[in-house]
Structure formats: C-alpha cells, structure tokens
C-alpha cells in the first residue's frame, strides 16, 4: 500500500512536472521573438543565459548540492554547450527576426527526427521500421512548409532564416546523439549549472564582437520578459525536465513534449498575433504524428547501441 502511495506520488509529480516543461519551452519561442525588439539576437541569449545560470546555481546549491564536473563528462559538457546552447540557440534566434516563432518551433522541433538518423550512421543503432516511418513523415511535413505554392524560394531572408534553423536542429540532434552514446559520471542536471556559466563565458565575447555594446530599450517590458527567458523558460525548465525524466518512463516523456510546438503556435497567436497557416497546421501534424511514431512502440523495437 506504502509503495502504491509513493509510486502515485511520483508520477503526479512527474506529470506536473513534464506540464511545467512544455508550457515554458512552448511559450520561450514567442518571448525570445519579442524580445528582438528591446535587443539584438545575440545579446538577448547571453543575458538569458547569464540569469539561468545563476538560477541554476541556486537551485543545485538549494535542492541537490553543487557537483563540480568530473573529467569523463567533459567531452559531452563541452558538446552540449558549443552544439546547443550556443550553436543552436544562436541560429534560432537569429532566424527569429524573419520566420514566425510557430513555425521557428516546428522547425527547430525536427531535432527528435534527425536524431535516430545521426544514431544510425555514427552509434551504428538499428534504425528501426518506426523510426524510418517517423523521418518519412516529418521529412512530408517539411515538404509541405517549403512547397513553392506558399513558400517565397526568392525571399532570401526567409530561406535564409529557415536554413538556419534546420541547421540549428541538426546541431541539436547532434548534442542529443553525443548524450546517447556517453557514459554518465553526473547526472544531466548536475551539469546544467556549469554548461550555462560556460555558455555564458563564450556568448558574452561573441555578442560584444558581433554585435558590439549591448544596446538594449531597458524597461519594464524588456526586462519582465527577459526573466521569464531566463528563469521559468530555462533554469526551472531545465530542472522540471530532470524531474519528469527521473519520475516517469521515457516514452512518456518524450510523448508529452511533443506538445511544446503546439503550446508555441498558440501563445504565439494570443501574444504575438501570429496566424498560424494551414500549410503549418498540416507539417505539424505530419511531423509531430512522425516524432510520436518513432520513439514509441514496443521495447523490442528500441534501437540497440
């Protein structure tokens, strides 16, 4: 009875959790694009990271007590850090002042589909028949974005923006497919602290010499929104996700957060504005309906490493 008790206990806390994950990444997206007003790209991702660094300092000394980074889990710090929250964040946000922030999410969301793919050619994985049938089917609802019917190939700027944040998806699916194939000494979340001081280390050069002094409209807009990144959107979605990922199997997991692309369009329509196209209601479909496909099934479909 005890352990029924605890075991329901975990997984309520464990969908709370993975609740609380979806509704901050899906609504990042929309703040990061009108934080472009107040800011240019490259410095609003810095002071993010920045503040979700300390936030995740607070909460490792508060909850789980600082682990300082072992040398076997360095290789896939660094990775994470130069791949995801670098690599990837850079090119999103800079593809941010020209694509939607719904279809910005969509896009960058194609990360769980190259994944299985990057597995394959270099973790020698099996790629199973659901996985092929998960990248078929994302692959059509790509299709269906860049159709040339409602798709400008002569925009630069969009194809441009787009690009990047396929490119940025790779990279993510990049970092996911190193994480796979490293042998742990830490946990994923005793490292977040340190990959957010580094990142910060590396965004704050890298925005001064791209952009130059920070020239940022500080008010009580810009700087409400930019916490929101920082803290709920990044240091406590970092640690939401930990939580969810230790107290629910990870099927459901990756399940729910299929639905962060969703939760973006629609706050993105209620905040921005932003009307979302039925040629994007249809990719999403497609890729989403892909993604599910190819990490569910039963375990003896799960690709061996």
Known sequence: ?????????????????????????????????????????IWSIALRTCISAVTLFAISLTVTGTVIPRRGDGPVLVSMVLLHMVGFTILSQLALQVVPAGQSTVLAYTSVLWAPLGAALFLHERLTWRRTVGLGLGILG?????????????????????????????LWAASIVHNRSHRWCSTPFQLAPWQALLAAAILLPSATLCEGPPNIAWNSASI???????????????????????????????????????????????????????????ALALILVGMAVGISGPAADAPRR
């Open 1 to 41: 009875m005890i352990e029924a008790l605890s075991a329901t206990k975990r997984n309520t806390r464990g969908l709370i959790s993975l609740v609380v994950v979806v509704l901050a990444w899906g609504s990042l997206w929309p703040v990061n694009k009108a934080l472009l007003a107040y800011m240019p790209p």
């Open 142 to 170: 790509l299709m269906a974005i860049f159709n040339p019917v409602t798709f400008d190939w002569r925009d630069r700027g969009a194809v441009a923006g787009n690009g990047a944040l396929l490119l940025g998806a790779m």
């Open 224 to 282: 409400a929104m930019l916490l929101y990144a920082g803290i709920p959107g990044t240091a406590l979605a970092y640690w939401a996700a930990a939580v969810s990922s230790s107290e629910l199997p990870a099927a459901t997991t990756s399940l729910g957060l299929l639905a962060t692309p969703a939760i973006s369009i629609l706050v993105a329509l209620l905040v921005l504005g932003e009307q979302p196209t039925l040629t994007l209601m249809l």
